[in-house]
């Protein structure tokens, strides 16, 4: 079924060759794909996962890392509700970096934007750089989520997402997150309503607008993916 | 007769995909005088043996007429041609190899002898010396060639990844403006191929399984030199594409939509509608010249004509090639959502492609482009 609850969108940001399109590779398809080239501009995945009995659908943008395509991915920002701020802990100056981005981040999102600073490639233990300790404590300081991945093993890399989709659904109870309830284009009145305008990262899925209990079907015959 | 553009378009654009039989059978550009320049008027549909004779008899006169060779490299370098012959076309084509035939064997060792004293002061030089801005070119052209794959197995040996490393770190610091930017070590990839094609007398076909080791290091020293010279020339004309804030692709993405919106406004709607933004799609076909987009030998066909398109401007033409090609999903996407529309635009069933069907999306485009060009106030 591919009926959810809300929509999310995602940017996946950092330096080059951190291992962000292959953290998106990880939860999309579960595997890791050796020998994938870098990005050009963006890329885009989705996936729906299970948090705290929601269904939640992500749509995520896994952005270029090197400094050039800044013009174009900065465009991304504003859209989204969640942020990864990936970094490569065998490698100083990404982490370093890791501030620049979330500056980025700050100043082109939404107040409200969930941010994570996740540190990958945590399966390269002898050549780590950066300790598990002070990236989390950095990350405590700037008040964002912290953890580490693995996208070669594929561990924490679910864990990433569903941390920041759980943070946003806690900010949706406390009525703190912006919530766009129009249905638009992933809705049921598909193109009623401007999609210029839907703007907020998250939106409530049809099932939500449904009846809890009616089944997911009708939903799922609108919400194709 | 533009008044509905699209109506008649689209019948030849909307064969299945996958039917490459079909798209063979379609309109042959590249016989009935295309090129932009060409001045004898179209014939009877010629065989591909009478193209090569053509492609030798161009090479073998004393000096070699570049709008002869541009009309004839416009429509492609038929399968059946020694691989040398693509090689020659675009070295010539590209002002690195002299027209002149006496002087071809000199100017070619001068310009490779040009290019060691390059890598001496450019490369060679202590690490220590370099700068920031040159260590982080370095860092990043590092990072991105292990990633570069274009379905070719001696892009992976540490030979290749020295002469790509050269190439590009030269390119980037002789070209300040832009330096280097991903996807340009891309863009050096078929010249790899089609000379190392050339030098090894294989079809770029049979090169998928080469060895590197197989390679005489006299051979990789050419094909090195020759690469970055023939890059150098491509990309001469385009440095707006990779400077800050890369306003030439933004430009072209313009066009793009411009264009779509005026052959195709049914789809131009959908895609708005639904909330895609060309930019979103279409940076790529710009940044890397439909290059992630097709397979290998099917980009090379692409730049048979991209190349003898070079000097009135091959971007120009490109828009309109960029055009045809999202015109001729029309039928597939306008079924598809936003989210559908997005995946299936990143990985389009393009493997099985053959050269033929882009000569068919060559084709298509050079009519767009005439039309409109003909005609500009249609764009205003
Ligand atoms: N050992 C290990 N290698 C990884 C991991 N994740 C990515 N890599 C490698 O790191 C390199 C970069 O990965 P990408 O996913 O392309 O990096 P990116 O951040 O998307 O880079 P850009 O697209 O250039 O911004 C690739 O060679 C991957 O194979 C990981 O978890 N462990
Ligand atoms: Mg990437």
Known sequence: ?225 | MWSDPSAGRSASLAAPPSSSAQAASGPTPGTSDPGPSSSSSSGPPKKPLVKLQRFGACFAKEAVDLNELRELLWSGVPDEADPSVRAKAWQLMLGYLPVHVERQVTGLSKKRREYRELVKDYFERSPEMRSDNENQILRQIRVDIPRTNPGFKFFGDAVMHGIMERTLFIWALRNPASGYVQGINDLITPFLVVFLASYLNKRDEDLHELEISEVPSEVLEHIEADAYWCLSKMLADIQDHYTFGQPGIQRMVLRLKEIVKRIDEALYDHLTNNGLEFLQFSFRWMNCFLMREFPMRCVIRLWDTYIAEQASGFSNFHVYVCAVFLVYWAPQLKMMDFQQMMLFMQKFPTEQWRPQQIETLLAEAYVLKSLFHSSPKHLS
């Open chain 1, 1 to 225: 079924m591919d009926a959810y609850d809300y929509l999310f969108k995602f940017i996946l940001i950092g330096d080059s060759a951190v291992g962000k399109s292959c953290i998106l590779t990880s939860l999309i398809e579960n595997k890791f794909k050796k020998g994938s080239s870098h990005t050009i501009g963006v890329e885009f995945g989705s996936k729906i996962i299970n948090v705290s009995g929601k269904r939640v659908k992500l749509q995520i943008w896994d952005t270029a890392g090197q400094e050039r395509y800044r013009s174009v991915t900065r465009s991304y920002y504003r859209g989204a509700a969640g942020a990864l701020i990936v970094y490569d802990i065998t490698n100083r100056d990404t982490y370093h970096h890791l501030i620049n981005w979330l500056a980025d981040a700050r100043t082109l999102a939404r107040a409200d934007i969930s941010i994570i600073a996740v540190g990958n490639k945590s399966d390269l233990k002898d050549k780590r750089a950066v300790t598990f300790l002070e990236a989390s404590r950095c990350a405590q300081e700037n008040e964002i989520l912290f953890l580490e991945t693995s996208a070669l093993t594929g561990e924490g890399v679910e864990e990433v997402f569903v941390k920041v989709a759980k943070m946003i659904l806690n900010k949706i109870e406390d009525g703190m997150q912006h919530i766009e309830e129009g249905l638009g284009y992933h809705g049921l009145f598909s193109g009623l309503i401007d999609p210029a305008t839907m703007m907020s990262g998250v939106h409530a899925g049809a099932r939500s607008l449904l009846n809890e209990a009616s089944p997911a079907e009708p939903a799922s015959r609108c919400i194709s993916c």
